[in-house]
């Protein structure tokens, strides 16, 4: 997969609890390779994280805050990762 700026892109998904969901999405972006964090509950999608390099903190608080009232409201959800895609042998 090719992002919209040409670097190459991985998707992944994962199961997660409601209770599980802000401590996952805090490690996720803690991470730094994460480009977009997409929430999806039941197969439809609830919100969107767009994540750009420099982008932490106060900008992405107030989306951290909506996944905590979100999880309190479903029991299971998928979060689908969209990471930057790192070569293996780097030259």
Same mark, same amino acid.
């Given at each position: 997969?090719?992002?919209?700026?040409?670097?190459?892109?991985?998707?992944?998904? !994962?199961? $997660?609890? /409601? @209770?599980?969901?802000?401590?996952?999405v805090?490690? +996720?972006? %803690?991470?730094?390779?994460?480009?977009?964090?997409?929430?999806?509950?039941?197969?439809?999608?609830?919100?969107?994280?767009?994540?750009? !390099?420099? $982008?932490? /903190? @106060?900008?992405?608080?107030?989306?951290?805050?909506? +996944?905590? %009232?979100?999880?309190?409201?479903?029991?299971?959800?998928?979060?689908?990762?969209?990471?930057?895609?790192?070569?293996?042998?780097?030259?």
């Amino acid at each position: 997969m090719t992002g919209s700026n040409g670097t190459a892109t991985v998707s992944e998904e !994962i199961r $997660v609890r /409601g @209770t599980q969901l802000v401590d996952k999405v805090t490690e +996720l972006i %803690a991470a730094g390779n994460v480009r977009k964090i997409i929430l999806k509950h039941d197969g439809r999608t609830i919100i969107e994280i767009p994540l750009t !390099i420099g $982008v932490i /903190g @106060t900008l992405v608080a107030p989306q951290v805050a909506a +996944l905590g %009232a979100i999880a309190a409201l479903i029991a299971e959800c998928t979060i689908e990762i969209i990471r930057i895609d790192v070569p293996a042998n780097i030259s």
